[in-house]
């Protein structure tokens, strides 16, 4: 393990700990959802809910929406975390780091019950991934011209 530690740059360690501050907004999503569970009686395995099931079935959906949505490219997230870390390791944390918060927003904003209030801040979560899509291009074209 030792040797595999030193091939890393020294600033990698950032991209961990954006990795992790992550998990805890992914935590705090799940931890909302499963309230909202409670609250409205939404059961499992149901993902959304409807009419049927409780009178504010649009507020469970934009918090479950909200949470899934973050779902949905949190792996895709994580690759380019770690992948373009290796040879990016700060401007993937800044990124990251304005991605994780831009979740955060996001889901709140959703989860107030108008799904345009997840956009003012929440909305820069598309251009943080993007931007790491980009370091990812840099660094694969780096490893090509070598």
Known sequence: MAG?????????????????????????MQIQVGR?????KVLYPALYATEADTKDYKLFNCIQRGHQNSLE????????????GLKHPLICTGLGSVYTVARFFYFTGYSS????????IGGLNGFAL???????????VSLVRE
Request: hydrophobic share 50%.
């Open 4 to 28: 595999i530690v030193e091939l890393l740059p020294k600033e990698y360690g950032y991209i961990l700990f954006t990795l992790a501050a992550y998990y805890f907004v992914n935590l705090y």
């Open 36 to 40: 909202a569970r409670k609250k409205y």
């Open 73 to 84: 490219s949190l792996g895709m997230f994580y690759v380019l975390m770690v992948v373009g």
């Open 113 to 120: 019950g108008d799904p345009k209030a997840r956009l003012p």
């Open 130 to 140: 993007l931007g790491l899509v980009i370091v990812n291009i840099w660094f694969g």
